[in-house]
């Protein structure tokens, strides 16, 4: 069975940084790209960011580029997503999602169940 | 950005009611689209992409239509586990980006 999981959502202040972690399970890992979605409260769903199968290439929403990072430790079956220069607006769910096959990264048919980021003093 | 309007914002409905779901893109996206189903707590669920094609797993009473910039997501016969709230997704500009339209509510 196909699982992610993941984990690291926390309160953090304006400003501040965080690391979202996503294990993965039940696939062939280094064979699919890897995204992360977010989910404001009460809101729709918004893509932030995309990584390769490799890792070699990554892609990023205008409205985290340059303060998000991307990457993915395919030994272990597990991808990151390090924030930083956190504002309010980045207050969601922060879901992980595996993308369909090769072709089609850009659907995703596979996700966690969400991690909660709330940016607050 | 390519903008996803989705209508109605609600749809209420019966069991065994068909369901049409409407989703407009601001300028042809070809067929690149997907719908997803999510229901409360839950994460999303990929039901149709590249317009028409089912997900693995999905019921026959899921289909999809269209391309360019309108599409259709119908539900032939609302089943109970089907309300919840539908989001369309594009990636006709991909890598340069994605977009989700802002959801569609059926409810009973």
């Known amino acids: 069975e196909v699982q992610l999981l993941e984990s690291g959502g926390d309160l953090v202040r304006p400003e501040g940084s965080l690391g979202l972690s996503c294990a993965a399970s039940?696939?062939?890992?280094?064979?699919?790209?890897m995204s992360w979605v977010r989910q404001a409260p009460g809101k729709g769903l918004e893509w932030v960011s995309t990584?390769?199968?490799?890792?070699?290439?990554?892609y990023y929403a205008d409205s985290v580029k340059g303060r998000f990072t991307i990457s993915r430790d395919n030994s272990k079956n597990t991808f990151y997503l390090q924030m930083s220069t956190l504002t309010a607006e980045d207050t969601a769910v922060y879901f992980c999602?595996?993308?369909?096959?090769?072709?089609?990264?850009?659907?995703?048919?596979?996700w966690g169940q969400g991690t909660l980021v709330t940016v607050s003093s | 950005e390519i903008v996803l309007t989705q209508s109605p914002a609600t749809l209420s409905l019966s069991p065994g009611e068909r369901a049409t779901l409407s989703c407009r893109a601001s300028?042809?996206?070809?067929?690149?689209l997907a719908w997803y189903q999510q229901k409360p707590g839950q994460a999303p669920r990929l039901l149709i992409y590249?317009?028409?094609n089912r997900a693995t797993g999905i019921p026959a009473r899921f289909s999809g239509s269209g391309s360019g910039t309108d599409f259709t997501l119908t539900i032939s016969s609302l089943e109970p586990e089907d309300f919840a709230v539908y989001y369309c997704?594009?990636?006709?500009?991909?890598?340069?980006?994605?977009?989700f339209g802002g959801g569609t509510k059926v409810e009973i």
């Open positions: 997704q594009q990636r006709r500009n991909w890598p340069r980006g994605l977009t």
């Open positions: 590249d317009a028409s």
């Open positions: 999602a595996k993308g369909l096959p090769i072709t089609r990264p850009y659907y995703f048919d596979c």
């Open positions: 990584i390769s199968a490799s890792g070699g290439t990554t």
């Open positions: 039940g696939f062939t890992f280094n064979s699919y790209a």
């Open positions: 300028e042809s996206v070809s067929s690149y």
